[in-house]
């Protein structure tokens, strides 16, 4: 009996280790981004935000945003790293800093999301998957707030994240009980990437513009809704106010989950 439960234990750890090679392996050659990986676009925003780029406008948004501009195409004069919502403004901002510091020169950031995105606050299910995997890493780390990182050790397995059979799988930990939520617009955590934001302009001098994709009709009472006041809270709120005056909206039958666009080329030049 004990040498059946040795050999059981030991084929259970060559497995493992096995499992964790070949993991490992999928990771750093980038294979786990093939076929339809979950948060593909995560990571080729990551890679182009280190690439040298001759356009002056760089665009950032949610995935309403990316279906208009994704960031696998190319475009005139906008270099796009859409997204989606579930890096929040913080991986933007991740993303902007790397842009940056790669040397590129933009005149205008565009900030281009549905205003629902503003309100991630990094305590729902897909925080997991697409935000800690792509950056709860050395790369990224030291651009983590006191309030990112108490929000971080929230969530359960955090810090299995980057262990390599889970980081290329879609496996992502059940949601702890959501934080109250006492704001109807910008996060906390939206507020204090946005204020950063500001300061990489005033720093690299490029201008600002908030943005946002088309609406559904059934978003113009959660808009009406929202408290202004909020915006009061960061160094944007012109730029806020525009992005209000800017807002339109659609019929409900342009959409195919009151969210995203069922055409989203007929939108583009607009």
């Known amino acids: 009996m004990k040498i059946f439960l040795k050999k059981i234990i030991y084929f259970s750890l060559m497995f493992l280790i096995f499992l964790e090679l070949l993991s490992f392996i ?13 948060g593909r676009e995560i990571y080729n925003a990551i890679s182009k935000s280190y690439s040298y780029s001759n356009k002056k406008t760089l665009l950032l948004g949610d995935s309403v945003a990316s279906q208009i501009f994704s960031n696998n195409n190319e475009f005139d004069s906008i270099n796009s790293l859409a997204t989606n919502q579930a890096i929040g403004i913080a991986g933007n901002y991740f993303l902007l800093y790397n842009y940056l510091k790669k040397g590129n020169k933009i005149d205008s950031l565009v900030l281009f999301f549905i205003p629902e995105s503003f309100g991630n606050n990094f305590s729902q299910k897909y925080t997991y998957h697409y935000f800690l995997k792509p950056f709860n890493n050395s790369n990224y780390s030291s651009l983590f707030t006191k309030d990112l990182k108490i929000q971080i050790r929230k969530i359960n397995y955090n810090s299995f994240s980057q262990i390599p059979h889970v980081k290329i799988s879609s496996w992502s930990p059940k949601l702890q009980s959501p934080d109250a939520r006492n704001y109807t617009f910008l996060s906390p955590l939206s507020i204090e990437y946005l204020n950063r934001i500001k300061l990489l302009s005033l720093e690299y001098d490029f201008n600002i513009i908030i943005k946002s994709p088309p609406l559904s009709e ?33 019929n409900n039958n342009e959409f195919v989950d009151n969210t995203h666009l069922k055409s989203p080329n007929k939108y583009f030049k607009k």
Request: aromatic share 18%; no cysteine.
């Open 218 to 250: 059934t978003k113009r009472s959660f808009v009406l809704s929202i408290d202004k006041t909020e915006i009061l809270s960061t160094d944007l709120s012109n730029e806020f106010n525009e992005y209000f005056k800017s807002i339109y909206y659609l």
């Open 26 to 38: 999928i990771l750093v050659t980038g294979l786990f981004k093939l076929n339809r990986f979950p």
